[in-house]
């Protein structure tokens, strides 16, 4: 990103997640443990996480996104992930941004989720 926050052109927006930090697969296990009230099959395995970083300090950056902006729990839902993340021992603080680039899509679903909602 530049100072004024612009992606750097050939960048991703996204970061990817630190997945060889100790605590990723427990943070993981944490997001899958909120559902999208509308929807029987949680955040995680829908595709709504897109990372989740932790540093060296155990700090959770979470990014995640939402199926669409009028979602109903829009206001409601990063906090949610907040309170479940936080709940792991040994995380110190969690932040969640809400983004919407790039925008969900099915594809972004795991195979169990597609499985769940009949989409295989």
């Known amino acids: 990103m530049t100072q004024d926050n612009q992606p750097i ?3 991703p927006l ?3 997640s630190s997945t060889d930090h100790p605590l990723h697969e427990a943070a993981v296990e944490a997001c899958r443990s ?3 009230p509308e ?3 949680n955040i995680y395995d829908l595709g709504l996480v897109y990372t989740i970083d932790i540093n060296p300090e155990n700090e959770v950056n979470v990014t995640m996104t939402l199926t669409a902006p009028g979602c109903p729990v829009a206001g409601e839902m990063p ?5 479940a993340v936080s709940g792991v021992p040994g995380v110190k603080t969690v932040d969640v941004a ?3 680039e790039p925008p969900w899509g099915m594809e972004m679903m795991s195979d169990e989720a597609r499985l769940e909602l009949g989409f295989m």
Do not use: K
């Open 9 to 11: 052109e050939g960048t």
């Open 14 to 16: 996204i970061a990817p």
């Open 34 to 36: 909120v559902y999208d």
């Open 39 to 41: 929807i029987p099959v």
């Open 79 to 83: 906090g949610w992930v907040q309170e």
């Open 98 to 100: 809400l983004v919407w």
